[in-house]
């Protein structure tokens, strides 16, 4: 099953509002990572945030992480009728031995809708 | 510089035949990961490559799925004996994996494969 657990599953806004996209996760991880994909073929990355980050941004993008809740947000500021994209949080999580290599596992996703 | 690519872009095959999807990584990359995306199951982890070796094969779906990869570059993930429920679009990724922390992964454009 799917680790990442994404809301809203869709989410349709205007031009010029936030949109803000959540994602939860099960395990230990060592980061967690969002992506965009349009047209559903190659995944374009946004933002990696490890586990010992609270926040980063980039650009109009800002991504929180609460290890003790599980749980990341995706907020895209602005937005504009080109974020129109599907988003997924992609979570590295630690195996066994408490290491990882890159094993993503990926919600399902926020189908976000902008118009202008 | 350039980005990961894979060929061919789109796979059409009749059920029963043997396919060979490339992978191209960015140049550098000692980490490469195969994954699947289909409409039933979101996005699946397949397999991951570090250097030519492969530590975790844990994604493949069965022994009809294989993956190779030569020189540190360049990886072929074969199916055999494809069936209908092989199709979805297989994206490969790269990651430098600096040191001791996973990085970030690029992802490819993906090959659609449907098989009739």
């Known amino acids: 099953s799917q680790q990442g657990e994404e809301d809203p599953q869709a989410l349709s806004i205007q031009e010029g509002e936030n949109a803000t996209m959540n994602c939860s996760y099960k395990t230990s991880i060592n980061n967690l990572q969002w992506y965009r994909q349009n047209s559903g073929r190659g995944l374009v990355h946004l933002i990696l945030?490890?586990?010992?980050?609270r926040e980063k941004h980039s650009g109009r993008l800002r991504v929180t992480l609460d290890t003790s809740k599980k749980s990341s947000s995706l907020l895209i500021t602005a937005s504009r009728a080109a974020d129109t994209a599907s988003y997924f949080c992609a979570t590295d999580p630690f195996n066994a031995g408490g290491t990882s290599y890159g094993k993503l596992t990926f919600g399902q996703g926020t189908i976000l809708t902008v118009h202008p | 510089g350039a980005g990961v690519s894979q060929s061919p872009s789109n796979k059409v095959t009749e059920k029963g035949k043997d396919v060979e999807l490339r992978c191209d990584p960015i140049s550098g990359h000692t980490a490469l990961y195969w994954y699947r995306q289909s409409l039933g199951q979101g996005l699946e982890f397949l397999i991951y490559f570090q250097g030519n070796s492969a530590p975790d094969k844990s994604g493949l779906p069965s022994d009809r799925f294989s993956a190779e990869r030569t020189g540190g570059s360049v990886s072929t993930l074969t199916i055999q004996r494809t069936q209908q429920e092989d199709s979805a679009v297989y994206l490969c990724a790269s990651s430098p994996n600096r040191g001791l922390l996973t990085d970030t992964q690029y992802f490819g454009p993906g090959t659609r494969l449907t098989v009739l």
């Open positions: 945030i490890r586990s010992n980050e």
